[in-house]
């Protein structure tokens, strides 16, 4: 069964700093492109990043270009979003996504709550 | 870069058959397959139909997707409404290096 188990969240103020992370399993992570997608409270899904099965490829949305940075570890089966100079706008829920191909998120965790605050 | 439109909502009758719109405003929508997915208050997204009209294995054939050149937009068709589909549905298409949400819409069965 695949899992993906979403940590890292919590209250961090404007400017500040916060790393995510995701532990997979159930499958064999390293054969994977994987994502990140957000949601804000009461809004819509907005895809954050995805990263291919060995790291050399990275995308990005436009407004976290510079500021967040998607990365991966398939010897810990585990992908990470390293996010800095964090507003307002970035307070969501945050999911890390199992990805078909290369833009198909297919299976999803259950979330971490990142709420930018002073 | 695209843009994919839903209406915001809609509403049906238990049994009644819903059909949710998603229009691309650039590009054919032909040209990427579109995915939809549901979620379910305090739930994270579930995939109900990929690749245009694909069912992945556990959800009701009630479920169908479609594509329409001539409108440039996809649809999802739920049939034989049940309580449990009250959800909000959201589309999902791709271009190049980037990947798009419709803004969603919320379906209430009533």
């Known amino acids: 069964e695949v899992q993906l188990v979403e940590s890292g969240g919590g209250l961090v103020q404007p400017g500040g700093s916060l790393r995510l992370s995701c532990a997979a399993s159930g499958f064999t992570f390293s054969s994977y492109w994987m994502s990140w997608v957000r949601q804000a409270p009461g809004k819509g899904l907005e895809w954050v990043a995805n990263i291919n099965q060995d790291g050399s490829e990275k995308y990005y949305v436009d407004p976290v270009k510079g500021r967040f940075t998607i990365s991966r570890d398939d010897a810990k089966n585990s992908l990470y979003l390293q996010m800095n100079s964090l507003r307002a706008e970035d307070t969501a829920v945050y999911y890390c996504?199992?990805?078909?191909?290369?833009?198909?998120?297919?299976?999803w965790g259950q979330g971490t709550l990142v709420t930018v605050s002073s | 870069n695209f843009m994919l439109t839903q209406p915001h909502s809609v509403s049906e009758s238990p049994g009644k058959t819903v059909t949710i719109s998603c229009t691309r405003s650039s590009g054919s929508i032909a040209s990427n397959y579109v995915q939809w997915y549901q979620q379910r208050p305090g739930s994270s997204p579930t995939i109900v139909i990929y690749?245009?009209?694909?069912?992945p294995s556990g959800v009701p054939d009630r479920f169908s997707g479609s594509i329409d050149s001539s409108s440039n937009s996809a649809s999802l068709t739920i049939s034989g409404l049940k309580t449990e589909d009250e959800a909000d549905y959201y589309c999902?298409?791709?271009?190049?290096?980037?990947?798009?949400f419709g803004g969603g819409t919320k379906l209430t069965v009533l």
């Open positions: 996504a199992r990805v078909e191909g290369r833009w198909l998120p297919y299976y």
């Open positions: 999902q298409s791709y271009h190049s290096s980037n990947q798009v």
């Open positions: 690749e245009d009209n694909q069912r």
